[in-house]
């Protein structure tokens, strides 16, 4: 069974960093593509990276420079580097699964919620 | 970066009734469009992509339609499980979200 859990959010003060993990089982996140999507509290949803089975990242504009998207070939794990956080980045942020680069997400976690606040 | 718009942002349908939801692209996304349920405090669930194929385990009342820029979600005849936030996405071109749209029960 596929599963994806995240961790790591929390509470962080503006010009923080924070890094997000994504544990997968049931299929191996270095043969597949990966993407964060963040989700601001009450908004829709919004695409923020992705890292693709050969290894390309790739970011939105909103994050690029900022967040680093990375994974752990030995712990099955995606991460989310982010780095001088802003109030902007306050949301969910969900690890998905893009099987064999279809474009679509088609496993998701449940999310782990950040909050940059003062 | 290709805008997507959903309309309407609340619908309001009887349970047993029909829904239809759009979905307008800014620009021509091929049939590379998926549609996601999702409901309050849940993450995100894949219905259909390619525009109109059913993902594994979704009831055959969802069904997808369109190509280009217009797309519609229908959902036959609604049941009590299916009122959610449903969003359209597109990956011709990156991947952008629709807004949503709110199904509610009338």
């Known amino acids: 069974e596929v599963q994806l859990v995240e961790s790591g959010g929390g509470l962080i003060q503006p010009g923080g960093s924070l890094r997000l993990s994504c544990a997968a089982s049931g299929f191996t996140v270095s043969s597949n593509y990966m993407s964060w999507v963040r989700q601001a509290p009450g908004k829709g949803l919004e695409w923020v990276s992705v890292i693709y089975s050969g290894g390309s990242t790739y970011y939105a504009d909103s994050v690029k420079g900022r967040f680093t998207i990375s994974r752990g070939n030995s712990k099955n794990t995606l991460y989310l580097q982010m780095n001088s956080l802003r109030a902007e980045d306050t949301a969910v942020f969900y690890c998905a699964r893009e099987q064999e680069g279809s474009g679509y997400f088609d496993y998701w976690g449940q999310g782990t919620l950040v909050t940059v606040s003062s | 970066e290709i805008v997507m718009t959903q309309s309407p942002a609340t619908l309001s349908v009887s349970p047993g009734e029909r829904a239809t939801l759009s979905c307008r692209a800014s620009?021509?996304?091929?049939?590379?469009l998926a549609w996601y349920q999702q409901k309050s405090g849940q993450a995100p669930r894949l219905l259909i992509y390619?525009?109109?194929t059913r993902a594994t385990g979704i009831p055959a009342r969802f069904s997808g339609s369109g190509s280009g820029t217009e797309f519609t979600l229908t959902i036959s005849s609604l049941q009590s499980e299916d009122f959610a936030v449903y969003y359209c996405?597109?990956?011709?071109?990156?991947?952008?979200f629709g807004q949503g749209t709110k199904l509610e029960i009338k």
């Open positions: 996405q597109q990956y011709n071109n990156w991947y952008t």
């Open positions: 620009q021509s996304v091929s049939s590379n």
């Open positions: 390619g525009a109109s």
